[in-house]
Nanobody, 117 residues
Framework: QLVESGGGLVQAGGSLRVSCAASGRTFSNRGAGWFRQAPGKDREFVARIKWSRRNTDYADSVKGRFTIFQDNAGNTVYLQMNSLKPEDTAVYYC????????????WGQGTQVTVSS
């Protein structure tokens, strides 16, 4: 089970950090990622860490502004969001892959991030 937290309301240009805690297991040997869904739009990829922990990937729209990282224990994944824009407003979902895999098999319930102009 994945539980997100840290969402909220922030002004444009501000920063916010959302967290994803793995309940009952860790992210060890699993990829971790963040996705988002804005009203009336499809869910889209934001960022990910591959299970090897050697690579991170970002959507072009957030590159240079968002950073995905993980705690040393492998229990929590974070998304640090800087220079937020109104178009970043969405429900942010955490996801984990299967063991050593790339398919997203486990999802959190989502946390709302709202950026005011």
């Amino acid at each position: 089970q994945l539980v997100e937290s840290g969402g909220g309301l922030v002004q444009a240009g501000g920063s916010l950090r959302v967290s994803c805690a793995a309940s009952g297991r860790t992210f060890s040997n699993r990829g971790a990622g963040w996705f988002r869904q804005a009203p009336g739009k499809d869910r889209e990829f934001v960022a990910r860490i591959k299970w090897s922990r050697r690579n991170t990937d970002y959507a072009d729209s957030v590159k240079g502004r968002f950073t995905i990282f993980q705690d040393n224990a492998g229990n929590t994944v974070y998304l640090q969001m800087n220079s937020l824009k109104p178009e970043d407003t969405a429900v942010y979902y955490c996801a984990a892959t299967s063991l050593y895999g790339t398919d997203w098999t486990t999802w959190g319930q989502g946390t709302q991030v709202t950026v005011s102009s």
